[in-house]
């Protein structure tokens, strides 16, 4: 079940080297080819790092529970919480998939899942949570997902952190 979430999110979203931001910001950098100004409200605890694919990711300490990648001026490509799932589907058809909660606005789109692997012998294996979502800002569009041995209290808090990406106005 490791990767399941970054599988389906890296097909959605493509992946880019950069070099690793400071453990405690919660924030995308320019140094990581990612717009400056972009803030991930994080729950109390959590550190943050751009890893070195590109992706943005979080967690409580230690492990990293939200992937999030920037796909710069695309935002009107945001897909719906159907396309999320029809792509979730398509790759995940070694796993019994569970659809807990769909959820689109004009600026957000979520899909939760319950996973579990189709056993050989016709059972399934255990159960874990996902998300995975998009949020748009302005032009660009963030995809996130949770990453392999999330809780689902983790889970519900990486949701919360990508309907919550802001962009904040350059200084003047």
Do not use: H
Request: with cysteine.
């Amino acid at each position: 079940m490791r990767g399941v979430a970054f599988v389906t999110l890296a097909l959605l979203a493509g992946c880019r080297g950069c070099q690793e931001e400071t453990p405690s910001s919660g924030s995308l950098t320019e140094d990581a080819g990612l717009r400056s100004g972009v803030k991930v409200p994080l729950p109390p605890g959590w550190s943050a790092q751009v890893a070195t694919d590109g992706s943005f990711q979080a967690g409580p300490p230690g492990r990293p529970a939200l992937r999030v990648d920037l796909k710069p001026g695309q935002g009107e490509q945001m897909p719906s919480s159907e396309k999320l799932a029809d792509t979730v589907r398509e790759q995940m058809k070694n796993f019994t998939l569970s659809l807990d909660q769909e959820e689109d606005t004009t600026s957000f789109s979520l899909l939760r899942v319950t996973l579990a692997p189709s056993l050989a012998d016709g059972g399934v294996g255990a159960e874990a949570p996902a998300f995975f979502g998009a949020r748009r800002v302005g032009d660009d569009l963030f995809l996130c997902a949770s990453l392999p041995g999330a809780s689902t209290e983790e889970v519900r808090l990486a949701t919360e952190a990508c309907r919550t990406i802001q962009v904040q106005a350059a200084p003047r």
